[in-house]
């Protein structure tokens, strides 16, 4: 646990992040600005965090806000961090870090598409990944209706029967 100590005290003497927590063994959790992200990551990388194994999107709607978050690993340490950051739903643009991760390109292309994020400086990012001909909200986004959508997109169907089980065999 010394380790991880020390890194946090590093993170917050260097960066003062609005928040940390240690939400399992091996894992530390910081929120900061999003005007930081970038400074974070690549401080991050310098000091071997430098595996992006993931970033995501959560979609806080009733703080009108979206927020990134980005998991690096480091394989010297075995400890993931995690940062995070809030941004506008509304308007939902954030940097690039494919200058500092390159691998973020299909991570930011996929957070684009599934929740509607711009990710300024990827000439990819609103490339189709998945979602081929996708015509509605990003799915992902808690305001999005699926059923509306299925209602919209697809045929009402009736469906015959043609095997009721009897009672006691297997349905």
């Given at each position: 646990?010394?380790?991880?100590?020390?890194?946090?005290?590093?993170?917050?003497?260097?960066?003062?992040?609005?928040?940390?927590?240690?939400?399992?063994?091996?894992?530390?959790?910081?929120?900061?600005?999003?005007?930081?992200?970038?400074?974070?990551?690549?401080?991050?990388?310098?000091?071997?965090?430098?595996?992006?194994?993931?970033?995501?999107?959560?979609?806080?709607?009733?703080?009108?806000?979206?927020?990134?978050?980005?998991?690096?690993?480091?394989?010297?340490?075995?400890?993931?961090?995690q940062v995070r950051?809030?941004?506008?739903?509304?308007?939902?643009?954030?940097?690039?870090?494919?200058?500092?991760?390159?691998?973020?390109?299909?991570?930011?292309?996929?957070?684009?598409?599934?929740?509607?994020?711009?990710?300024?400086?990827?000439?990819?990012?609103?490339?189709?990944?998945?979602?081929?001909?996708?015509?509605?909200?990003?799915?992902?986004?808690?305001?999005?209706?699926?059923?509306?959508?299925?209602?919209?997109?697809?045929?009402?169907?009736?469906?015959?029967?043609?095997?009721?089980?009897?009672?006691?065999?297997?349905?």
């Amino acid at each position: 646990m010394n380790s991880m100590n020390n890194i946090i005290e590093d993170i917050k003497a260097k960066f003062n992040p609005e928040f940390h927590e240690i939400p399992k063994k091996n894992q530390i959790s910081f929120d900061f600005k999003s005007d930081q992200i970038h400074a974070v990551l690549s401080y991050l990388k310098s000091k071997g965090w430098k595996q992006l194994t993931m970033l995501t999107c959560v979609d806080w709607i009733k703080e009108n806000k979206f927020q990134l978050v980005y998991l690096l690993f480091n394989w010297d340490e075995g400890i993931t961090i995690q940062v995070r950051t809030k941004i506008d739903r509304d308007k939902p643009n954030f940097r690039t870090i494919i200058d500092i991760f390159p691998g973020a390109e299909y991570y930011e292309r996929d957070v684009h598409e599934f929740f509607g994020v711009t990710f300024e400086g990827n000439e990819n990012a609103n490339k189709e990944l998945f979602l081929e001909l996708w015509d509605d909200i990003p799915p992902m986004r808690k305001d999005f209706d699926p059923l509306a959508y299925s209602k919209k997109k697809f045929d009402v169907r009736d469906y015959k029967v043609d095997f009721i089980p009897k009672e006691g065999e297997a349905e």
